[in-house]
Nanobody
Framework: QVQVVESGGGLVQAGGSLRLSCAASGFIFRVNSMGWYRQAPGNERELVASISRGDSTNYADSVKGRFTISRDNVKDTVYLQMNSLKPEDTAVYYC??????????WGKGTLVTVSS
């Protein structure tokens, strides 16, 4: 059984910062990519940022320069540092973990609310 658990969401004022964490545990094959997605009400889930096992990163244009993704391969943990938050960043943020068999695992999500 694989578990993916996010933490760090909450309420913050525009311009503020939050740091999300996500840890994968259980019987999981070698973790390859890890990433963060988000879904705002009425919108489809979208990629925010991803990071490969070799630390190659990919960001949505809307968060470039404000968000930073990082990971700890020993702990199978991924982080998302979010700075200069905007009200449009309000969403449920989901962690995604993909193993070497290209199987995806998802967390239950953590809510980020940015007030104006």
């Amino acid at each position: 059984q694989v578990q993916v658990v996010e933490s760090g969401g909450g309420l913050v004022q525009a311009g503020g910062s939050l740091r999300l964490s996500c840890a994968a545990s259980g019987f999981i094959f070698r973790v390859n990519s890890m990433g963060w997605y988000r879904q705002a009400p009425g919108n489809e889930r979208e990629l925010v940022a991803s990071i490969s096992r070799g630390d190659s990163t990919n960001y949505a244009d809307s968060v470039k320069g404000r968000f930073t993704i990082s990971r700890d391969n020993v702990k199978d943990t991924v982080y998302l540092q979010m700075n200069s938050l905007k009200p449009e960043d309000t969403a449920v943020y989901y962690c995604n973990v993909r193993d070497s068999r290209n199987i995806n695992y998802w967390g239950k999500g953590t809510l980020v609310t940015v007030s104006s």
